[in-house]
């Protein structure tokens, strides 16, 4: 099975602070993705990336960046953190190989700007 | 600009009856289609598929129809258990390209009762 995980599940920080969110994929897939998750929204697209090195911005990519250095690893930073990024965040992967294979998504960061 | 829209926040039904989820969308770009369950504090999980060369895809008790002329997606669960309670997505992708990003739906809360 596809393993996503993401460091942590709750996060608390502060207005105006950097944050790091984590994801690790074990599927050794090449796309992968950030999206925040609020109610009565969806999911929307922040970031994604098909290889290494190499992202590309989303719907709503203002106030984040993002970072491959490894296929496995796709980090979310959020540069000074505002209270209107309190929010759900998801991280997902895929393969690009066959015919539309569906992203796989890790549990989540309940992340809280205080 | 939404693309992909569900108008129903959340739909109720008896265990055993059919569950009916809707999905509009507006890109006529949209070439495949995907439902995703997600329950709380996990990530959604992939449920079915459909690419728009067909109108209906089945599994299990899981069938998804797509109506190509009126941009309309539905999911249809028969017979309806109460563990299917859940927040349902609908997605859509557009070009040829696997693993490619996905739009999202606001997202149907389904809740089956015993």
């Known amino acids: 099975d596809v393993k996503v995980t993401q460091s942590s599940r709750y996060l608390v920080k502060r207005t105006g602070e950097k944050v790091f969110l984590e994801c690790v994929q074990d599927?050794?897939?090449?796309?992968m993705f950030w999206y925040r998750q609020d109610p009565g929204l969806g999911l929307r697209l922040i970031y994604f990336?098909?290889?290494?090195?190499?992202?590309e911005k989303g719907d709503i990519p203002e106030g984040y960046s993002v970072s491959r250095e490894k296929k496995e690893r796709f980090s979310l930073i959020l540069e000074s953190a505002s209270t209107n990024q309190t929010s759900m965040y998801l991280c997902?992967?895929?393969?690009?190989?066959?015919?539309?294979?569906?992203?796989?998504f890790g549990d989540g960061t309940r992340l809280s700007i205080l | 600009d939404q693309q992909v829209k569900q108008n129903s926040p959340s739909l109720s039904v008896q265990e055993g009856r059919i569950s009916i989820l809707n999905c509009d969308y507006t890109?006529?770009?949209?070439?495949?289609f995907l439902w995703y369950k997600k329950y709380p504090a996990e990530g959604p999980t992939f449920l079915i598929s459909?690419?728009?060369?067909?109108d209906k895809n089945e599994d299990g008790r899981f069938t998804v129809f797509l109506n190509k002329s009126a941009k309309h997606l539905s999911l249809h669960i028969v017979p309806s258990q109460p563990g299917d309670s859940a927040v349902y997505f609908c997605?859509?992708?557009?070009?040829?390209?696997?693993?490619?990003?996905?739009?999202f739906g606001e997202g149907t809360q389904l809740t089956v009762n015993p």
């Open positions: 997902a992967s895929s393969s690009p190989q066959g015919w539309y294979q569906p992203q796989h």
């Open positions: 599927m050794d897939h090449e796309n």
């Open positions: 990336s098909y290889d290494v090195k190499m992202k």
């Open positions: 890109n006529s770009m949209f070439d495949y």
């Open positions: 459909i690419s728009s060369i067909k």
């Open positions: 997605a859509a992708s557009a070009g040829a390209t696997s693993g490619s990003r996905l739009t």
